[in-house]
């Protein structure tokens, strides 16, 4: 895409500009659109949010000005911010809680299977069908995706309150959080979107200056990217059976390891390596994460809390991108020093605010039977103690 902006005219700053204007569209829509979620059903927002991108994909092929790119790149960070969000509640309202971590497993392994094929299915249709083909190609599987959606997807408004008295009860859902079981999981996603958005500018940058062509660039997200499409699905299962603060501990420790690693190594096929290793910690902690916060949830505003968690994933992200330059330029051991230690903190920090709610949930009431939100929202932590 920032090539055909680049072939229409556009310049660099024009383009950072466009691709800022997505992001931040979809900080500011992501916790509304959980809410729309949580009032309408994951259904429609999520096909509110596939139809936006397929139509916006087709759409970028007849505008040929910097505006124009920028307001179609907003609206389609719109599209975005109603997917993930309602995806991700829509597997806690309909997976049984001794599940979850599998259902997530799956959804992380499809999401990354998504980013290693997509940039070569996008480069290989391009050489044969010209840069607009992967246009096209993009607007078509979303609408195949759509209707596949819209048919093999059930209850899609299945939180829409079936008398008043209900809808009486929903809004105070939010009020019954439970804010102490949740904010553990905050503060690893500050951690964690610190870490994506210093990679997002400063990786290539790096491997380039260390003598790296645009070839090992490419080979460094492809090995990235398996062992989180392989390990992903199995560290679910085992995320339904386990501790899971150990799950998102032990892996978290490797991985600020492999950071401060990183600050002395440079050597390209050993940093490669550790990537397989990085890759793999990643695949293992989130399911077992995405299953603790599914479970501490409450059922009537999963959506707007789910939107309120990636939104600050993107606000961190933000944050570490504005940041990794100027420590780059200082030194990268600077960097990747800074970049462990926050990592380190926040998860240890969060593994540790986890312990006492994880200790009620893997109770005998969790390991007899598992418990499920009920319809007026109680949160499955309230009702394990119940039990």
Known sequence: MTLYMQARGASLTEI????????AASFLFMVPMGWAS????????????????????????????SL???????????GAAAMMPSARAYLMDTVPAEKRGQAFGLLGAAFNAGILL??????????VTGIQGPFWFGGISSAIAFVFLAVRVRGGTHLRPANMAEAAEEPAAAER???????????????????????????????????????????????????LILVGPWA??????????????VPSLVAASIYYAYGFITSIPLILILGVLEGAMIGILSP???????????????????????????????VGALLCGPLYASSPFTLFLVLGSIH???????????????????????????????DSGTPPLRQAEAA
Do not use: C
């Open 288 to 318: 077992a994460s995405d299953s603790y916060l599914a479970d501490v949830l409450p059922k009537g505003a999963r959506g707007r809390l789910q939107g309120m968690v990636s939104s600050t994933n993107t606000a961190a992200g933000f």
């Open 177 to 227: 959080v439970q804010w102490r079981a949740i904010l553990p999981v905050f503060l690893s996603t500050i951690g964690w979107g610190f870490v994506s958005g210093f990679f997002s500018v400063v990786w290539n940058i790096w491997i380039h200056d260390l003598g790296g062509s645009l070839d090992v660039i490419g080979l460094s997200y492809t090995l990235f990217a398996i062992p």
């Open 236 to 249: 679910g299962r085992l995320a339904d059976r386990r501790n899971r603060v150990l799950m998102i501990l």
């Open 16 to 23: 950072s500009v466009i691709t800022a204007a997505g992001m």
């Open 38 to 65: 949580d009032r309408l059903g994951r259904k429609p927002v999520m096909l509110t949010g596939l139809a936006i991108h397929g139509i916006i994909s087709i759409l970028y092929l007849f505008v040929d000005s």
């Open 118 to 127: 997509g940039p070569a299915l996008g480069g290989l249709m391009g050489g």
């Open 68 to 78: 124009s790119f920028g307001v179609l790149r907003f609206i389609e960070g719109i």
């Open 344 to 374: 380190l903190v926040s998860a240890v920090g969060a593994s540790i605010l986890m312990l006492p709610t994880e200790r009620r949930l893997r109770g005998p009431a969790r390991r007899t039977a598992a418990p499920e939100p009920s």
